[in-house]
């Protein structure tokens, strides 16, 4: 009895953790944290910022979790891409604005993910901190990324095969971040062959590791559907707002790489 008290003690203590790994979560129903016109002014400012900017396409990213329970290194939960695009709405009036072209976990089943457009407002519904990433790839980039989303070859590159820290170099599972690292290289490469992309990834693209416990992960493999080490071989890498950022100024494809806050600073990364 004395044995079993114990074990069960540490399985408390190992779930009082799991939260802290859950760091690239892209869920599309989380409740808000804010006042809604402050969400609805924010979204509204995001969208007039990156129209200043002339961009037609462009990545964004939010920050869903506190800063404190992001492993190092690691500064936004969720990316997407964000097209310039005619929206129609309820009344059936047409206006203009940004769609963002999502992969979301699928409600009720966190380990698989589905594809869902949605808009500024919805995106950053149920953010922690009204704090955008703001990345804007040279025009080329963004013409190609427009070609492959509107062709609809987008929903070749998706797998649904959800994992919060997806390894970029390999299609065993992917997360929002990795689907939009694979966008970005069909986009820049001509290709939607999957084991190319992989390839051209791991020649060029500098992934995040994920500095965390390894204990906290081993456990979260174990109880959590949408965390798993299986495609990783040592080291734990994944793709992040940050590092495709990087990667893309690195290669001089990016115009724009910043964080735009709620109080209108803008700060490069």
């Given at each position: 009895m004395k044995s079993r008290t114990y074990y069960l003690l540490i399985m408390i203590s190992t779930f009082s953790f799991l939260p802290n790994i859950v760091f690239a979560g892209s869920q599309s129903d989380a409740p808000s944290q804010h006042e809604p016109k402050k969400i609805i002014k924010f979204a509204k400012d995001v969208e007039k910022y990156a129209a200043s900017k002339g961009a037609r396409a462009f990545i964004i990213a939010r920050v869903g979790r506190?800063?404190?329970?992001?492993?190092?290194?690691?500064?936004?939960?969720?990316?997407?891409?964000?097209?310039?695009?005619?929206?129609?709405?309820?009344?059936?009036?047409?206006?203009?604005?940004?769609?963002?072209?999502?992969?979301?976990?699928?409600?009720?089943?966190?380990?698989?993910?589905?594809?869902?457009?949605?808009?500024?407002?919805?995106?950053?519904?149920?953010?922690?901190?009204?704090?955008?990433?703001?990345?804007?790839?040279?025009k080329e980039v963004q013409e190609k990324l427009i070609e492959l989303i509107a062709s609809g070859n987008d929903k070749a590159l998706h797998n649904q095969h959800y994992s919060v820290i997806a390894n970029p170099f390999n299609s065993t599972f992917q997360n929002c971040t990795e689907y939009t690292l694979d966008l970005l290289n069909s986009a820049i490469y001509g290709t939607r062959d999957v084991a190319q992309l992989k390839v051209n990834a791991k020649a060029h693209f500098h992934?995040?590791?994920?500095?965390?416990?390894?204990?906290?992960?081993?456990?979260?493999?174990?109880?959590?559907?949408?965390?798993?080490?299986?495609?990783?071989?040592?080291?734990?890498?994944?793709?992040?707002?940050?590092?495709?950022?990087?990667?893309?100024?690195?290669?001089?494809?990016?115009?724009?790489?910043?964080?735009?806050?709620?109080?209108?600073?803008?700060?490069?990364?």
């Open positions: 506190p800063e404190k329970d992001l492993p190092e290194g690691i500064k936004f939960t969720h990316t997407a891409v964000a097209l310039y695009s005619n929206i129609t709405l309820d009344n059936g009036e047409v206006v203009q604005g940004y769609a963002i072209h999502n992969l979301y976990q699928i409600n009720g089943k966190p380990n698989q993910s589905e594809l869902i457009v949605d808009y500024p407002v919805d995106f950053f519904w149920g953010v922690h901190e009204l704090t955008a990433g703001i990345l804007i790839p040279r992934a995040q590791q994920v500095k965390t416990n390894p204990f906290k992960l081993f456990f979260g493999s174990l109880f959590m559907d949408d965390v798993t080490t299986k495609d990783h071989d040592g080291k734990v890498f994944t793709a992040t707002f940050t590092t495709i950022g990087n990667y893309l100024r690195r290669n001089e494809l990016a115009s724009e790489f910043i964080t735009f806050t709620a109080s209108g600073d803008i700060n490069s990364l």
